[in-house]
Each structure stands twice: as C-alpha cells, then as structure tokens.
C-alpha cells in the first residue's frame, strides 16, 4: 500500500496531453515537502524527471511539467509520443514515517 | 558520468542472509547521502533504507529495521545493505540511489540487483 496515490493508467493519442495526479496527506505533501517525479522505462532504472515540484531534470523535454498544490502535485505531458511509454511514480517525504515516499505508478499508454 | 553499480543478489532461502554492494563513480561519493529503494516483481518503488555521507546516522523503513543494515566505505566508493532474516516478501530489485543536493531527491540510480527470496 503506497503512501502516495495515482492512477493506474492514463492513455493518450500521440500529440495530447495526459495528466498523473499525486494525493498525499498532511505527513508528507501537505506539510511542505516537495514532490518529485521518475520515469521508469520498461526494464530500465528509474530516471530522476521532475524535481522540486516544477524543474525539469537535466535533458528533459520541456513537454513535461509539474505541479503542486495542497496535499497533490500532477505531472502533465504535453505532445505526447510513443517513447513517453513508461510508468511514472512520484516522490515525497513523510515526517511520521521519516522517510521517503513513493507514489503507487501510473503507466502511460500511448495509443 | 555518474555510475552506480549493484551487485550481490540472487537466490536465498527465507531466514537466510546476503549483502548487497554498490559500487560508484564519477563522483564525490563521499560527499553523497545515499539511499536503497526495491522494487518488487511487477510493483511500484518502495524506499528501504538511507545513509548519510560519511555514514554517521542511517534510517529504515519500518518492515526492514532490525533485518538490514546499510553501511558505507568512502575509501572504496562503495555502499552496502546488509540482509538478514530474508522473507519471501523481500524479493525485490533492490537499486542504490543518490541523494541529490537542494532537496529530498533521488538523482542517480543504478540498474539494480534482483533477490528472491524462496525455498
């Protein structure tokens, strides 16, 4: 059971945009903390994407984004192509379990 | 370039033992906190355990206190995860993380080593 919910799946046409949303509580997301975004590509490591809520990592598309608000944070995907495929989780901290937390990942279908 | 680099798992019986080793490079790696996630076979990231740089204080997630220990040798750039009292549920990729700076992030990773943990 994952500290921090998304969706299962979200699927998108080449060229739209999809949105993964992120729910926490007031332990990790709602206290402050940031939230951070991996790409996992099929039997690859993650990839560090999206840091400290909005700043995309070295080498990422500007068609990725993130947000924060609340006790959520999304992760949008604009002009979506077929190697976007890959399950993405996001990542937080939490002060009554001291430590990291990760999201359940969302795997992004490219129809 | 960055390079972590996993090794020690494979197959093991529940109640038994293994060590991991990560191996690092093209980097200060003494001057990282350094982190162990898993992965479970077809599941999501779970976060195990972290270290801080020149290995004074660690922390666990719960279902792992007590069972592993994480250690660090700066003089040969490698981190470790001590595995004891092995369960079936521990059977995971286990991949070594560096913590990057301005944040808790994970900013590097390496490819992971898979344990299996069966009879």
């Known amino acids: 059971q994952s500290v921090l919910t998304q969706p299962p799946s979200v699927s998108g046409a080449p060229g739209q945009m999809v949105t993964i949303s992120c729910t926490g509580a007031s332990s990790n997301i709602g206290a402050d903390y940031d939230v951070h975004w991996y790409q996992q590509l099929p039997g690859a490591a993650p990839r560090l994407l999206i840091f400290g809520n909005i700043n995309r990592a070295s080498g990422v598309p500007d068609r990725f984004s993130g947000s924060r608000s609340g006790t959520s944070a999304s992760l949008a995907i604009t002009g979506l192509q077929a190697e976007d495929e890959a399950d993405y989780y996001c990542?937080?901290?939490?002060?009554?379990?001291?430590?990291?937390?990760f999201g359940s990942g969302t795997k992004v279908n490219v129809l | 370039e960055v390079q972590l680099v996993e090794s020690g798992g494979g197959l093991i019986q529940p109640g038994g033992s293994l060590r991991l080793s990560c191996a690092a490079s093209g980097f200060s790696f003494s001057s990282y906190w350094m982190h162990w996630v898993r992965q479970p076979p077809g599941r999501g990231l779970v976060w195990v355990s972290r270290i801080k740089s020149d290995g004074a204080g660690t922390t666990y997630a719960d279902f792992v206190k007590g069972r592993f220990t994480i250690s660090r040798d700066n003089a040969k750039n490698t981190l470790y995860l001590q595995m004891d009292s092995l369960r079936a549920d521990d059977t995971a990729v286990y991949f070594c993380?560096?913590?990057?700076?301005?944040?808790?992030?994970?900013?590097?990773w390496g490819q992971g080593t898979l344990v299996t943990v069966s009879s």
């Open positions: 993380a560096r913590k990057g700076y301005g944040g808790k992030l994970l900013d590097a």
């Open positions: 990542q937080s901290y939490d002060n009554s379990l001291s430590g990291y937390v």
